[in-house]
């Protein structure tokens, strides 16, 4: 591509980067489109398709698809504390490790713990492995999110995060549509409330080719982004360092805090969602049909506001306030509709075995065109909470740090909800805050975006890229000096 039709496409990003001197040409043949940025986000995204995305289709259906949620709930429980301690450091691990080797341990809990489901199958006494088994997934799925999250809002221009995330978000959900799919096409002819042993060893197949496409990507440090710019690779510093580095990341952009009650809130809303609504109301069949709806409503919610928040006509600051409207107008749509749904119903009159909704039920249609919007509002949520933070920074390293934060946070909560459904706390309580914390992840957001999001990121703010390997922070100057040598 020439500087003239780089400058006419990419406008500003371009410009800010040709006066710095960061201009490179993209391979080209074969080479070219496997190292293409879009090419490398979709490999991530087959990698979390096979990872997460199955792991959501299988927590999807409702107490991990088994006929008493307590194994499930208690599991997700543990894999949450977990994830969210782990997951506050594994910026700094993915930093020293680098992102390939990070997804690859990562990946490796899924299969854990979907085979975990398989065994509790066959083996009814065996929900404490599946506990167990969430435990250790904690810990991987903090480093696989980790690495994901700074590869993804890494790789795009500064006008192309919103489509990145999008593409990203579409393939990541198409694991919960494919495995959806596949339980409700093994479990169409039940109507009973649990799924057979196909079901899953069809996932731990499909996870297992999963742990082995990190292996296939390239290193980040020879990627070139389509504006010429080069993505700046993880300097794999000591320890220390590193560590120092998630202290300076928090120190220096102070305003991430206030995203927290947001990230907070990001996974709360699945267990009244998937085991207060789905596993509560509906059999297997209608589970397994809701769950496919769910998640292809996803790739809907996340690619209309990833549009919305990549539209060149608007500056960045109105896209950022106009993806928090929709954000508050679709909290309170879901909310109002499903409050309908939810005062007629408690644990007490629908205990565990008793007959559930079938696809064919009256009042059925109702019901799953909400989960839709479920899915939509979820889908909506991560990919601006994703963008705001891409907003920040384009350095991987920071943004490895933010996405350490955003995965820990979400899972303290996620941890807290998960343990209050396994100790049975009334639906309507759970219902309640669900939706009261998205209202307030959003209020406390409001003051960050106003203040911190700006038309352009500037290397003034990108404290990190100017670190070196002993933890002294260079002047920008130094740093434009060496780049002009």
């Known amino acids: 591509m020439s500087d003239v039709a780089r400058e006419k496409e990419f406008g500003s990003d371009y410009e800010s980067a040709s006066q710095r001197g960061e201009i490179f040409e993209q391979p080209t043949g074969f080479k070219g489109l496997y190292h293409h940025p879009v090419t490398q986000v979709a490999m991530l995204g087959f990698v979390c398709f096979m990872c997460p995305g199955l792991f959501n289709a299988l927590n999807g259906l409702g107490g991990g698809g088994q006929v008493d949620p307590t194994n499930s709930a208690n599991a997700n429980a543990a894999l949450y504390s977990t994830f969210a301690f782990f997951a506050f450091f594994a910026g700094s691990i993915n930093n020293k490790l680098g992102p390939r ?127 010429g710019t080069k993505v700046t690779a993880p300097r794999h510093p000591s320890w220390k360092t590193e560590f120092y580095g998630l202290w300076i990341a928090l120190r220096t952009d102070p305003m991430i805090v206030f995203l927290f009650p947001m990230f907070f809130a990001s996974n709360w809303f699945y267990t009244w969602q998937f085991n207060d609504y789905n596993a509560a109301l509906f059999n297997i069949r209608a589970r397994s049909l809701n769950n496919f709806v769910y998640w292809l409503s996803q790739i809907v919610g996340s690619v209309s506001i990833g549009l919305l928040l990549d539209q060149h006509g608007l500056s960045r600051r109105v896209r950022a306030f106009s993806g928090w409207s929709v954000l508050m107008m679709m909290v309170f749509v879901v909310h109002i509709w499903a409050y309908f749904y939810q005062k007629d119903y408690t644990r007490d009159s629908l205990p565990v075995g008793s007959p559930k909704m079938d696809i064919y039920d009256h009042g059925y249609t109702g019901k799953v065109w909400l989960y839709i919007f479920c899915g939509m509002l979820d889908a909506m949520w991560q990919t601006t909470a994703y963008w705001v933070m891409g907003a ?85 100057i130094e740093i434009q000096a060496g780049q002009d040598h």
Not at 124 to 138: E, M, Q, R, S, T
Not at 171 to 183: D, E, K, T
Not at 196 to 220: A, H, K, Q, S
Not at 427 to 455: C, E, Q
Request: aromatic content about 10%; proline content about 3%.
């Open 392 to 476: 920040m920074s384009n350095d991987p390293s920071k943004l490895a740090h933010f996405a350490g934060f955003y995965k820990s946070i979400q899972s303290a909560g996620a941890a807290g909800v998960w343990r209050a459904d396994a100790v049975m706390l009334p639906y309507m309580n759970i219902f309640v805050s669900t939706w009261v914390l998205l209202v307030a992840g959003l209020l406390f957001a409001l003051p960050m975006i106003h203040m911190r999001v700006k038309d352009h990121t500037n290397i003034e703010d990108e404290v990190l890229i100017r670190m070196d390997d002993s933890g002294c922070i260079q002047e920008v």
């Open 101 to 227: 080797v990070t997804l690859l341990l990562g990946s490796t809990g899924y299969a854990l713990y979907i085979g975990s489901y398989l065994a509790v199958n066959i083996h009814a006494h065996a929900g404490v492995f599946v506990v167990v088994a969430g435990a250790v997934l904690g810990i991987c799925a903090g480093l696989l999110w980790t690495a994901q999250g700074s590869l993804m809002l890494a790789y795009p221009t500064e006008n192309q995060k919103g489509k990145f995330i999008g593409i990203f978000w579409s393939i990541f959900n198409l694991g919960g549509v494919v495995g959806a799919a596949v339980s409700f096409g093994q479990n169409f002819d039940s109507t009973g409330n649990g799924v057979g042993n196909g079901t899953y060893i069809g996932f731990l197949v499909l996870t297992m080719i999963g742990v082995l496409i990190p292996l296939l990507m390239v290193d980040p440090d020879k990627m070139i982004r389509t504006d």
